[in-house]
């Protein structure tokens, strides 16, 4: 596929947020393909509307802007709190909602906890250091609830939905950490000469949830 310097190219998230996501371009004007889903295209370019969309793993959108492949990005808060110093959050898009939580076995006493396992180490470390002690913090790209269960960590740091995989797991909800979900994100330096695209893109977006969060008058 040719390089479109006129494009605003778009990363989007290939897991869970993707379907609601394309919803949300569709309903917003933007004419999403509705076989995409299903497509196992990993880029595509609505010509007359001068977009690109890229379809990455949501732990690489932030790679995507910080290289300057992606102007824009879709991407869950969790990982900018986790990795996006660099990056400004510019629309909710109110898609994703979850919190990211302490959560350990019953009747354990978080002051004394030692170690933690979780996806975030940095927000993790910051959490424990600002609200209890140093401690040890074991990074896991994935089954973290498992840590406890086997005496690896004392407790987690972890994203909760419906709480279904905590409970399987003999685990509970000790304390919340943050409330997350499906950012807009751009580079704080992002290419001047695209600027205008850009904002007017975004300008779109805004008028779009404004008018679908304002309740109407009776």
């Not at 000790?174 to 580079?187: D, F, H, P, T, W």
């Amino acid at each position: 596929m040719s390089v479109n310097e006129e494009f605003i190219t778009i990363a989007l998230s290939k897991g869970r947020l993707l379907s609601e996501t394309l919803q949300i371009l569709r309903a917003s004007g933007i004419n999403i393909p509705l076989d995409l889903e299903s497509s196992r295209e990993l880029c595509f370019e609505l010509s007359e509307q001068n977009l690109r969309f890229i379809l990455v793993k949501s732990v690489d959108i932030l790679l995507f802007l910080e290289k300057g492949i992606a102007d824009l990005g879709v991407v869950g808060s969790d990982l900018l709190l986790e990795k996006g110093e660099g990056f400004v959050d510019i629309l909710d898009l109110k898609i994703g909602q979850c919190e990211l939580c302490v959560c350990a076995k019953p009747r354990i006493n978080i002051r004394d906890v030692k170690s933690v396992a979780s996806k975030y180490p940095v927000i993790t470390k910051k959490y424990f250091d600002q609200q209890y002690h140093d401690i040890e913090v074991i990074h896991l790209n994935g089954s973290v609830e498992i840590a406890p269960v086997l005496n690896m960590a004392d407790c987690i740091v972890e994203i909760v939905q419906s709480g279904k995989t905590l409970v399987e797991n003999g685990l509970i909800v000790y304390e919340k950490i943050e409330k997350i979900s499906a950012k807009i994100v751009k580079r704080k330096k992002s290419l001047y000469e695209k600027e205008k695209q850009i904002n007017d893109f975004l300008a779109n977006f805004n008028n779009y949830f404004y008018n679908i969060n304002v309740p109407s008058k009776l």
